[in-house]
């Protein structure tokens, strides 16, 4: 148990559909972190929400829309999505933002495949 | 342009010792994670670094140069257990993480 969870943990999806990916941390950290994980690659910050507030959108395209209901809940509201936007996507945790010192908490991440 | 740089794959032996190196160019400088992730799992903070030097924790060692950009992550009595990817990370100054694309380490018996 990480203290981070996600679900589902694999999500095939056409492109015309609609889904969502959650996340969920009772960790009592103050920040939430969606990043993309592609094989190979660094990986790329999405969107960052402090305190329940968005923070940073890192020019992520709107077919990806996240939601922060309170500081426990992560969701990432998938739509019209593209083949290359299959890859695994996790979620993360910290108990602040801006500071070096920043541990991040990530759950096992959800991979997605898109048909 | 912000940058880091390791290997993206390597091979060692049970029991032996390996060193997983890791260069960055950060505008700025706060500080050098490294994590661990087993294949289909969550990546695990192994490491952070802020003032030049080696820091040991058991089996693990992680080593920082701020003057060159560098640093190292030393694994000790390789285990089975060991295979996984490593990834490190530079802070910026905007506290900004910048990622490599991870080192996958290879354990053979």
């Known amino acids: 148990e990480t203290g981070v969870t996600q679900t589902p943990r694999h999500l095939v999806m056409g492109m015309t559909n609609k889904k969502s990916l959650k996340c969920e941390q009772h960790l009592g950290h103050n920040a939430m972190y969606w990043y993309k994980q592609s094989a190979k690659k660094p990986l790329e910050l999405m969107f960052v929400?402090?305190?329940?507030?968005?923070?940073e959108n890192n020019s992520v395209p709107s077919r990806f829309s996240p939601e922060c209901p309170n500081s426990s809940h992560l969701f990432l509201h998938l739509h019209t999505l593209q083949p290359e936007d299959s890859a695994l996507y996790l979620c993360?945790?910290?108990?602040?933002?801006?500071?070096?010192?920043?541990?991040?908490?990530f759950g096992a991440g959800s991979r997605l495949t898109v048909l | 342009g912000q940058n880091i740089d390791q290997p993206t794959e390597m091979t060692a032996t049970e029991g032996a010792i390996v060193q997983i190196n890791c260069t960055y160019q950060?505008?700025?400088?706060?500080?050098l994670f490294w994590y661990q992730q087993h294949a289909g799992e969550a990546p695990t903070f192994l490491s952070y670094?802020?003032l030049d030097g080696l820091e040991e924790k058991g089996r693990f060692s992680s080593f920082l140069s701020r003057s060159k950009g560098y640093s190292y992550l030393l694994l000790k009595e390789l285990q089975m257990k060991d295979s996984a990817s490593y990834l490190c990370?530079?802070?910026?100054?905007?506290?900004?993480?910048?990622w490599g694309a991870g080192t996958k380490l290879i354990i053979k018996p």
């Open positions: 950060t505008s700025g400088f706060n500080g």
């Open positions: 670094n802020v």
């Open positions: 993360a945790s910290s108990q602040e933002r801006e500071t070096g010192a920043n541990v991040l908490t």
């Open positions: 929400y402090s305190l329940e507030e968005r923070v």
């Open positions: 990370a530079g802070v910026d100054s905007n506290y900004q993480l910048i």
